[in-house]
């Protein structure tokens, strides 16, 4: 039996060459094939070139952009295949890269966990992906949307201070709770109830009590396509627990005006996000399990009137 030391060293092996696959995929993305221009069309645009006195200076501008590629693209031969040229690694992605090679710390999440997440990514970033909680695993998500906006919702603020110290460039933001997961079981009984709770609109003017109005103005202008709900904490009694986001989280999702949000809720092997992500997610829109995320994907409801609020 391996030794707790020996997994952890394998679990940083394991993530470290899963973000340098990545970045060989992002890299070859990068990577684009053109035909060069015959003789012909070459003396063609030079001689467009020479006529056009506007366009003098703007080429002048894009000589210095071309010039920092060049060690980059092969030299140019009219009688060659297409050139091959390429662009920098994003920096999002160096930084996660050299970030999770060099620490001891791993992502709260497991390898086949975070793929579930990953997949999705693939097929829709860059994207707006909203993420309760900041953690170790934010740099990934943040690279994996690569493009896109990632915004990080935090309760405790100085820890969004230490990781900013440590992290600069996650955007994310202090929201507090006024809920303790003791609290659960009564507010499973008045969410459950038809009524204000089962009411689809923006959160921060819903009744039920299980809405969240205190997040910048921002956030609920968005239309996420991607949630995560990995926070806040809820593994003792006193903590906030993620009832109300669990709850809004769907509610966001329900409300946007047309398409549709994939909501992950991670630590469903808990009493409370078991029992929230099936009540107020619905099984119906329950897409994959894998370990203890669930992945729910959830349809405008704005799109289509009268649909219920679970199918």
């Known amino acids: 039996m391996r030794t707790k030391v020996a997994q952890l060293i394998s679990l940083k092996l394991t993530l470290s060459l899963f973000f340098l696959f990545f970045l060989i995929l992002i890299i070859r993305s990068n990577f684009?094939?053109?035909n060069v221009s015959t003789p012909a069309t070459v003396v063609s645009q030079q001689t467009h070139l020479s006529n056009s006195t506007d366009d003098h200076d703007h080429d002048d501008q894009k000589t210095t952009s071309t010039a920092a590629n060049t060690d980059c693209a092969n030299n140019i031969n009219i009688n060659?295949?297409?050139?091959q040229t390429c662009n920098k690694t994003p920096p999002s992605l160096a930084n996660a890269l050299v970030h999770y090679v060099t620490?001891?710390?791993t992502p709260q999440q497991t390898l086949k966990e975070i793929s579930v997440s990953m997949r999705i990514l693939e097929k829709k970033s860059p994207c707006n992906f909203l993420v309760f909680g900041l953690g170790h695993d934010s740099l990934m998500w943040n690279a994996l949307n690569y493009g896109g906006r990632t915004v990080f919702l935090?309760?405790?603020k100085a820890?969004?201070?230490?990781?900013?110290?440590?992290?600069?460039g996650l955007e994310?933001?202090?929201?507090?709770y006024d809920t303790k997961v003791h609290q659960a079981?009564?507010?499973m009984k008045i969410g459950s109830k038809a009524g204000d709770c089962q009411v689809v609109g923006d959160p921060r003017f819903s009744k039920c009590q299980l809405?969240?109005?205190?997040?910048p103005s921002d956030v609920y202008d968005t239309e996420w396509d991607l949630i995560m709900v990995d926070a806040p904490t809820g593994y003792v009694l006193h903590a906030p627990g993620r009832m109300t986001a669990i709850y809004t989280a769907g509610l966001m999702a329900r409300n946007r005006e047309s398409g549709e949000t994939d909501v992950f809720i991670h630590d469903v092997d808990r009493p409370v996000e078991d029992k929230f992500s099936k009540a107020f997610l619905c099984e119906g829109y329950l897409t994959e399990e894998e370990g203890r995320l669930r992945h729910f994907t959830i349809p405008s409801h704005r799109a289509r009137l009268g649909r219920p609020f679970c199918p």
């Open 80 to 83: 060659a295949s297409p050139v």
């Open 159 to 168: 820890w969004i201070e230490q990781i900013q110290r440590r992290i600069p």
């Open 211 to 215: 809405a969240l109005k205190n997040f």
């Open 185 to 187: 079981d009564e507010l």
């Open 32 to 34: 684009s094939f053109t």
């Open 172 to 176: 994310s933001y202090h929201v507090e």
């Open 103 to 105: 620490t001891n710390i």
């Open 154 to 156: 935090e309760e405790d």
